[in-house]
């Protein structure tokens, strides 16, 4: 430990079966009489989503709901969010969803307080005044947004994304309630697990990596190794559920701690050319990235290869570091990950474009282990294409 770093978050977790119905009582807590609820619109009118909204009505909080927003959302998404808050009164922000619903309400839950439009704020530490108090329940066990200080949007007009980032976008409580993930299809189950595998081993390999941050990555690793599978085969598997959704939250503190690579780097164009998920993208270039990195930090990868699987004790350190690769690749294939950028109909032309996009994500790029350049990014995204 020859570095200073430091550590901030999120002030409450609320976690377990059933912990939905305790957010009428967290928002009590904060004296919030007027809420904006914040929900993705597959969950508007869904049934695990009552017990939440029921807890609102017996805890005499008046709430409204935002539900026009799109995957991947726009920043214009978030400012007509924070301009219901302001009309409502709002005293605090409540995210359901998946990570674009609960970026959405913490974009929101700033813009209530501090002037401008979203796009004002997309960088970082642009926002001046703290925002009203945010709390996040995840429907997805994946993005780890209700711990980051991440906000992310997709411009198409001009196919530009990038997020409002600073510590004062952390959400002020995070109520993981595995049952709000049940009815999670197969698919999105996949692609938001590999998504927090990605972080975690992002960050456990980040140069910016910290005692902290390791903790939480290997064992969100851990988890992920143990239950993903699982909870792609049967939904109903609380165990399974359970097991990611704090896989994911463990993952999301070891991102905020420290910092992603170049995959994030590589996933951002993907989203902004192509409108293809972030966990999607994220889940398919992880394999080719790791392969790329594993020369810069072998026992890492090997430490991590242990953790996710199960393997012989006598294997060489780069023996280990390169099972790693391969253990993330089947576990990827297993859960049904495209494992080529051509199933995702990316054109091949447009390598280079990515390639130069990519490398703007500045803070990601210097994050990973091993330098790159646009020609190393354009190398790994044409070994996608396979």
Known sequence: MSTIFTNEGIRRLVFGQGAAARLGEELTLLGAKQALVV??????????????????????????????????????????????GKKLGAQAVVGIGGGSALDLAKAAGVLITNPGQATDYVGLDLVKEPGVPVICLPTTAGTGSEVTFTAVFTRR????????????????????????TVSCPPYVTAITGMDALTHAMEAYTSLAATPLSDLNALAAIELIGRHLAPAVAHGGNLEAREGMLLASHLAGLALAQAGVGAVHAMAYPLGAFYDIPHGEANALLLPYVLRYNLMACPERFAAMAYTLAELPEDLS??????ACVE????????????????????????????????????RPIANNPRRVSAEDLEIIYREAFV
């Not at 005499?60 to 978030?78: C, H, I, K, Q, W």
């Not at 001009?158 to 595995?178: M, Q, R, T, V």
């Not at 350190?317 to 390169?322: F, G, L, P, Q, V």
């Not at 995702?344 to 390639?355: G, Q, Y």
């Open 327 to 362: 253990e993330v690749a089947d576990l990827s294939a297993m859960v049904g990950i495209p494992t080529s950028l051509r199933q995702l109909k990316v054109p091949e032309d447009s390598v280079p474009a990515m390639a130069e996009k990519a490398m703007t994500v500045a």
């Open 157 to 180: 007009s001009d196919k530009f994304k990038g997020g409002i980032n600073g510590s004062l976008l952390y959400p002020h409580a995070a109520i993981l309630d595995p049952l709000l």
């Open 317 to 322: 350190t780069m023996e280990a570091a390169a």
């Open 39 to 84: 929900i993705d619109p597959a969950l508007a009118g869904a049934e695990a989503v009552g017990p939440a909204l029921e807890s609102l009505k017996t805890a005499g909080v008046a709430y409204e709901v935002f539900s026009d927003l799109t995957r991947e959302p726009e920043p214009a998404e978030a400012d007509a969010a924070a301009a219901l």
